[in-house]
């Protein structure tokens, strides 16, 4: 079992920035692949950003490329989403998810998830 608190929404301004945490707990955290997805008002949850185990490949959605970094520290635990540039429909709830396996692929939907923070970007 893998359980994840998240933390760093709120508000911002578009063109602004944020940075999501996400602590982890339960199994070791260097042995899994973890990432965001978020979920709009009305609309469908999308992937955002994953990492493997180990840090050494990131994953984007192409609507986030560029503009936000994902990272982790296996020393702490800890996942972090950094959102540069952010627009309005960036507004979301994002959950940190963790799989039960150490590489991410395409399309593959993570096994847990945290209850998510909020992010709201004003134009």
């Known amino acids: 079992q893998v359980q994840l608190v998240e933390s760093g929404g709120g508000l911002a301004q578009a063109g602004g920035s944020l940075r999501l945490s996400c602590a982890a707990s339960g199994r070791t955290f260097s042995t899994y692949a973890v990432g965001w997805f978020r979920q709009a008002p009305g609309k469908e949850r999308e992937f955002v950003a994953a990492?493997?185990?180990?840090?050494?490949?990131?994953y984007y959605a192409d609507s986030v490329k560029g503009r936000f970094t994902i990272s982790r520290d296996n020393t702490v635990s800890t996942l972090y989403l950094q959102m540069n540039s952010l627009k309005p429909e960036d507004t979301a709830v994002y959950h940190c998810t963790a799989d039960t396996r150490p590489t991410y692929y395409s399309g593959r939907i993570m096994d847990y998830w945290g209850k998510g923070t909020l992010v709201t970007v004003s134009s």
């Open positions: 990492i493997d185990w180990n840090g050494d490949r990131t």
